[in-house]
T-cell receptor, first 113, second 113 residues
């Protein structure tokens, strides 16, 4: 059972569309993460939020815009994506931004037409 | 950051023990050894972590070499559900970026009935 819930599970969008990915956790975790995973590759970190503030942006293009409206919710706003952005987008959370285990959702599979 | 080396793939028979090796010859004294696994169509899942001593939990055991340059994840009785990619990751809580999980290529474990 996954304690980090991601919606939608699948998303197909055109290059001119605007859409958002949503991630929710109710474990009281104060660190939340976005990862990108291409097929048959390991996950790569995109963003880290710690106590609702953006801590790390791993040089992600501005067409990806993260948002953390409260401690339970993390969004990833998408605009003008490219076909190479097609991937599995994973959300994770941990109690704090530290050595503690991260809990992952099952991801949103994104396809850009 | 210290690197880890894992075999690309391993095979096991169901109900037999599995020993998944990880080499980390440049490990620092403050690096923790973490293991995650990713089952097909799911997000990564925390398995276990340790610093110096061997560790056990309900999922697995972690055996750490005395010089800490290698470690082994032990699944005591493999089931078909254990077929996954297993990632060995080093994390240093003394560094500011310890919240980062930097995934290597991992070991793909196949379990045969």
């Amino acid at each position: 059972d996954t304690e980090v819930t991601q919606t939608p599970k699948h998303l197909v969008m055109g290059m001119t569309n605007k859409k958002s990915l949503k991630c929710e956790q109710h474990m009281g975790h104060r660190a939340m993460y976005w990862y990108k995973q291409k097929a048959k590759k390991p996950p790569e970190l995109m963003f880290v939020y710690s106590y609702e503030k953006l801590s790390i942006n791993e040089s992600v293009p501005s067409r990806f815009s993260p948002e953390c409206p409260n401690s339970s919710l993390l969004n990833l706003h998408l605009h003008a994506l490219q076909p190479e952005d097609s991937a599995l987008y994973l959300c994770a959370s941990s109690r704090t931004y530290s050595n503690q285990p991260q809990h992952f959702g099952d991801g949103t599979r994104l396809s850009i037409l | 950051d210290a690197k880890t080396t894992q075999p690309n793939s391993m095979e096991s028979n169901e109900e037999e023990p599995v020993h998944l090796p990880c080499n980390h010859s440049t490990i620092s004294g403050t690096d923790y050894i973490h293991w995650y696994r990713q089952l097909p169509s799911q997000g990564p899942e925390y398995v276990i972590h340790g610093l110096t001593s061997n560790v056990n939990n309900r999922m697995a055991s972690l055996a750490i070499a005395e010089d800490r340059k290698s470690s082994t994840l032990i699944l005591h009785r493999a089931t078909l559900r254990d077929a996954a990619v297993y990632y060995c990751i080093l994390r240093d809580p003394s560094r500011g970026n310890t919240g980062k999980l930097i995934f290597g290529q991992g070991t793909t474990l196949q379990v045969k009935p």
